[in-house]
């Protein structure tokens, strides 16, 4: 036998050998930590190494090309970013837009956000126990298209930069958990409320979700494929049935909502054709029967209009947003300027992310979509002002976007 073929051939048997005692240790590894119940806490890479085609079709959404292609050497010494998690997917929808921040090649952006782009960084999201498989499938997805790969549970080694994703004035007060690390660079702390001067002044590393902040980031970025999918069903099915309006979240609770105006816009538009669906989200504490009851009673002269949509999962939760036409924040002067609600357009009312993000059209609020920097164009954007006491101004608002969509499907 000729001498090269059998360097080949025993080089092949070491390599399979190689392989399945590798694979073997791992199976090992892992029965191991699932007979110790740690599997929870271990990093787990949710999908190979991917690439950067869907996000180039949104116009490179990504905006990582300073990073290096995802290749073991790179990845073994980049950066490692913890994004930390309070609960049970509380506030999931907005760790895409911390990943997309750090990912950013923009120069101008704030030094916090900014990575060394030598190496590729690693994404940790945890504690596992309180992702759901819902929410563990969007990052799955969002894995392909981030410039670093993504992991599920804590980091083994201590963290470069830890963003911990949910905290409120209080935690920054002094002697408190986090008043401390308010100016560490190793934190980046995102802040659900209004804080004052006095926080702003002295929390570099606090950042807010709202323009209304000198430190900020709105959460309006998705993960590009449920974006590109919405965007592909609007051109397709909207033909196939009657404009498609979606309020979601805590609808249930008049500190968020105004269902009032609806009511009345629905009424003088009764005679036309089009769907108001509701949508709750996970923490909008209302079980989904008394939030049927309470849009029976709420709706009672227009029920045969009204669909309400149970409460689902994560990825759910995303694809029923993508299947929609347009998004009703239904927030009007008297919750906007509220303490109890929108702090001054202090604080984030979700209902424009999701609409900014997935590219909806939005009845708005002239103040809220100013803070926001969206301008009327009566095609995708329809703005009303004061509504809370005679209700006018939102139907007037609600009647041109209907007319709109009726008249130019799928626009």
Request: overall charge neutral; glycine content about 6%.
């Amino acid at each position: 036998m000729d001498k090269a073929i059998v360097r080949k051939s025993t080089k092949a048997t070491v390599f399979v050998f190689v392989v399945f005692f590798s694979l073997l240790l791992q199976t090992r590894l892992l029965h191991k930590l699932l007979r110790r119940g740690d599997v929870a806490e271990t990093p787990f890479r949710l999908w190979p190494p991917g690439n950067d085609t869907e996000a180039t079709t949104l116009g490179d959404a990504s905006g990582s090309s300073c990073f290096p292609h995802r290749r073991e050497g790179h990845i073994r010494n980049g950066t490692i970013i913890y994004l930390e998690t309070a609960y049970v997917n509380l506030h999931y929808e907005t760790f895409y837009s911390f990943i997309h921040e750090l990912c950013r090649c923009e120069v101008a952006k704030d030094r916090v956000w900014t990575l060394p782009t030598n190496t590729v960084p690693s994404f940790f999201v945890g504690p596992r126990h309180y992702l759901t498989l819902g929410f563990e499938k969007i990052l799955a997805k969002f894995n392909e298209t981030s410039c670093g790969p993504i992991f599920l549970g804590t980091p083994e080694s201590r963290p470069d930069l830890t963003v911990v994703t949910t905290t409120y004035p209080s935690n920054f007060e002094e002697g408190s958990m986090y008043w401390k690390l308010r100016n560490d660079p190793r934190y980046i702390f995102i802040c659900h409320e209004d804080g004052g001067e006095r926080l702003e002044a002295n929390a570099s590393s606090v950042y807010f979700l709202t323009p209304k902040h000198t430190n900020y980031v709105v959460p309006s970025y998705f993960p590009p494929s449920f974006v590109l999918s919405s965007i592909e069903r609007k051109r397709s099915e909207t033909a196939l049935h009657p404009p498609i309006f979606l309020v979601m979240g805590g609808f249930s609770q008049k500190k968020k909502r105004n269902v009032v105006s609806l009511v009345n816009a629905m009424r003088e538009n009764s005679a036309k054709d089009f769907v108001v669906r509701f949508m709750g989200g996970t923490s909008s504490g209302a079980s989904n029967e008394s939030m049927a009851n309470l849009l029976r009673e709420t709706f009672a002269d227009d029920y045969r209009k009204i669909q309400l949509i149970p409460r689902v999962e994560a990825d759910e939760f995303m694809e029923q947003v993508g299947r929609v036409d347009a998004i009703l924040p239904l927030v009007d002067e008297g919750i906007f300027h509220w303490n109890q609600g929108y702090q001054n357009g202090s604080k984030l009312t979700s209902s424009v992310m999701w609409g900014l993000g997935f590219r909806k059209k939005m009845v708005l609020y002239k103040p809220l979509a100013e803070l926001f920097g969206v301008v009327e164009d009566n095609s995708t954007y329809f703005l009303h002002g004061q509504s809370t006491r005679w209700l006018v101004a939102f139907t007037e608002a609600f009647g041109r976007c209907l007319d709109f969509m009726l008249q130019h499907p799928g626009a």
